[in-house]
């Protein structure tokens, strides 16, 4: 068969086959005492659907210990540089038969659904992610985060909860990461710890391995949506209203400067993908990532990503390299996937030189604070600006901060929509168009709240709207938001 090793009398011993069929290997474990029929693998009937998280974990030490002999039989049987060279539904038949012979020649005594799933366990372990391929296939899952070989969370609708789903120790657990990174030229051990990568279907790694990370690696992924999200779908989960919508499609389209500020995993990412929805076909944007996850649609972008260091230490091109290169790239927009560092001082000059329209997003949990970390950016890349420098700088280059949550039940909101306004004495003013109030909580814990416009009528980015021909939409969109006055009501609720 194509994917065993060879009859080169150099290579190991295939030792399986070699055996007789159906001679009783005694020190095997056994799963059961009294002999089940041995089918053959190649037509088993289909076993019932079982959830894969429930059914990883139902398996005892038993199956484990069946499945790591079985592995490494088939290890020592195939040769994987051949078996790589194999289309994966071919390469799959090819592993499906050899394990069913071996369970035959170990005397391994399992039900069709149990060979089904070790067949289904050891082909994903041989050729996909391992126990990491189950989880990989949900669609609903948001994040996997794995803490050593035991321990594995996701994120489910905003909640995060732990699953069955183990690895064999942490060695397998290294594996599958290495084999992970290694598809993005990169690597993960020992000596460089740290690694971020991309799964080829797109969504983010992170692996973090010891020393470093002390109970075994830690492998964060953020699952790549398919189906991207798009600001009608927002609305459709309530974390925009409607008219909130239409005034972020105002913003997008006359080319303010946006910055988009949220906490980990609050859904900045998502909501910087749907604003580059309202960008023209005919705009020239390049885009700059740590890892690349935002999905244009429109035809002319040029995509960058950060590298981080090589062994050596030399070859890392940070965001600054890239955010300062971009500028002579002819850029119409610049879009930049996170602000961290000193690249926030390039970000901002650009906004400020006639690349209006650019975009980034940043870590901090409200506007006001989103001014103090760009501040602090600054100041950390080591310009000795005088702060209201620094500050006037801002006030001058970026136009409207978006605020992204995810409240305590889960949910994902929209909580502002904020224009900077300009500076009074050494404070920057900061003026809210839309906010999100929570007014409650129902019975199963899921907040109640609305959004609530600030009754602001004419926001400072009127002119733009002018010059795009976008007031009316504007203005219909601030009309129909519900109003609060000063004490945080309606203005139906303060005439009544
Ligand atoms: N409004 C929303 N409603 C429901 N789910 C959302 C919403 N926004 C984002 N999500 C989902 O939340 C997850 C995290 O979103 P996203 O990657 O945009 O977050 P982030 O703030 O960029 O995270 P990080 O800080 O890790 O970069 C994704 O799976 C995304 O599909
Ligand atoms: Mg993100």
Redesign the pocket.
Known sequence: MFGRRSNDPSAPRPAIPQQPVGAPVPAEPQRAATPAPRAAPAAPPAPARVDPIEQTRRHSEEYYDVKTSVFNALIDTIDLTQLAKLEAAAAREEIRDIVGEIIQLKNVVMSIAEQEELLEDICNDVLGYGPLEPLLARDDI??IMVNGAGTTFIEVN?KVQKTGVRFADNAQLMNICQRIVSQVGRRVDESSPICDARLPDGSRVNVIAPPLAIDGPALTI??F?KDR?KLEQ?VQ?G?ITPDAKAILEVIGRVRCNILIS??????????LNCMTGSIDADERIITCEDSA?LQLQQPHVVRLETRPPNLEGEGEITMRDLVKNCLRMRPERIIVG?VRGPEAFDLLQAMNTGHDGSMG?L?SNSPREAISRLESMIMMGGYSLPTRTIREMIVGSIDIIIQ?SRLRDG???ITHITEVVGMEGDVVTLQNLIVFEITGEDANGKIIGRHRSTGIARPRFWERAEYYNETEKLSQALANSEVLDAMGRTMGEANA
């Not at 949220?262 to 909501?271: E, H, R, V, Y």
Request: aromatic residues 4%; hydrophobic residues 20%; charged residues 30%.
């Open positions: 948001a994040d905003g953020r699952k949506k999200l927002l989960f974390s949220g906490g980990t995993g609050s859904g900045k990412t998502t909501l996850e996170e997003t870590h992204a949910s994902r909101k």
